[in-house]
């Protein structure tokens, strides 16, 4: 059992773009279960797919019907849509993959580790700002950890205001998604 959703960075320039989303998730097709559609407590429905090392957890532990916390990563051509690829599962409890307590119970656990239910930590390299729509638009490029890894560098835009004078820093954002957009809460200039 992972003991917090979203680690701590590991080094002032680690990009990254990961969230946690309280929901449940129904794949399109019974028998393909990578695809599918997860609905958040709110009954807002997104688009997602299932990563390879997440899809066996799903098959033996996942209940269609519950909800469960999503640890996901984002993707988005625009600020009004967003596609999750699903990551993992995390399970607040020591009785892993139980049903969920109390919502009380719930956000008591998030707030312990300064964590909201669909919050966001994108770092990467600040390349647009747009200061008449307020949306910015963050570079993500993840190290490659092997000769065959696939990282390729994506954008991430994100509803806030940042000044032009940061245009091209690496930066760190926590946004929270509201509906089909990620709102930019706070930020820090890593280096300019």
Request: aromatic residues 10%; glycine residues 4%; proline residues 3%.
């Amino acid at each position: 059992m992972i003991k917090s959703p979203i680690q701590e960075v590991t080094s002032k320039m680690q990009a990254r773009a990961i969230g946690i989303i309280f929901g449940s998730y129904k794949p399109y097709e019974s028998n393909l279960i990578n695809k599918g559609q997860l609905t958040d407590n709110n009954g807002i429905i997104l688009d997602c797919v299932v990563l390879g090392k997440t899809l066996p957890l799903i098959k033996k532990h996942i209940d269609f019907e519950k909800n469960y916390f999503w640890i996901v990563y984002p993707r988005n051509k625009n600020i009004e849509t967003i596609h999750i690829q699903i990551a993992g599962v995390w399970e607040p409890f020591e009785d892993e993959f139980n049903y969920l307590k109390s919502d009380q119970e719930v956000n008591d656990k998030l707030d312990s580790l300064n964590l909201k239910n669909n919050f966001f930590s994108i770092r990467g390299k600040l390349i647009f700002i747009n200061s008449e729509e307020k949306e910015i638009v963050i570079k993500v490029s993840i190290l490659k950890t092997t000769k065959k890894s696939n990282n390729k560098p994506f954008k991430i835009t994100i509803k806030g205001e940042i000044s032009m004078d940061y245009l091209n820093s690496f930066i760190s954002v926590d946004a929270i998604r509201k509906d089909h957009s990620l709102l930019m809460q706070s930020y820090e200039i890593i280096e300019s």
